[in-house]
């Protein structure tokens, strides 16, 4: 084999770097990056969008609840108020449901632990409905 067949295999292994790189490689961190960073962006709204959910299906739970105890619309106000901050003092929705339970029955309103539950459901699907379409 002759030296000038092997040059472009010398000058490519002599090379530091490739097309489309930089000497260290910056801009294939700089892809990384910016995938970590995209992905980080989409979790900071899938969580803030999750909070709203939240926070607008126990709105709407309090509304529900105070049109079975017949309050007023002030009261209902209030109570739905009161229906999102209970949903602070502890994870998960059985504070709310409590809430709900316990200020249902404390009313005299006959109703079961399923119903309080299903009513749950039925609020986070129009309270994401509403969220979406504000969008």
């Known amino acids: 084999m002759s030296v000038s067949a092997l040059a472009p295999v010398a000058m490519r292994a002599a090379r530091p770097y490739f097309h489309g790189e930089t000497l260290l490689g910056v801009s294939d961190m700089t892809t990384f990056d910016d995938r970590e960073r995209a992905f980080e962006a989409k979790y900071a709204r899938d969580e803030e969008m999750a909070f709203r959910v939240t926070a607008r299906r126990n709105r709407l739970l309090g509304q529900w609840a105070a049109a079975k105890m017949a309050l007023t619309p002030e009261e209902t106000d209030a109570y739905a108020k009161a229906v999102v901050q209970a949903d602070f003092e502890e994870s998960g929705d059985e ?41």
Request: no cysteine.
């Open 95 to 135: 504070d709310v449901i409590r809430k709900l339970f316990g200020d249902l029955t404390a009313a005299g309103i006959e109703i079961d632990d399923a119903a309080v539950r299903a009513a749950v459901e039925e609020m986070t699907i129009e309270a994401r409905r509403q969220l979406m379409e504000a969008q």
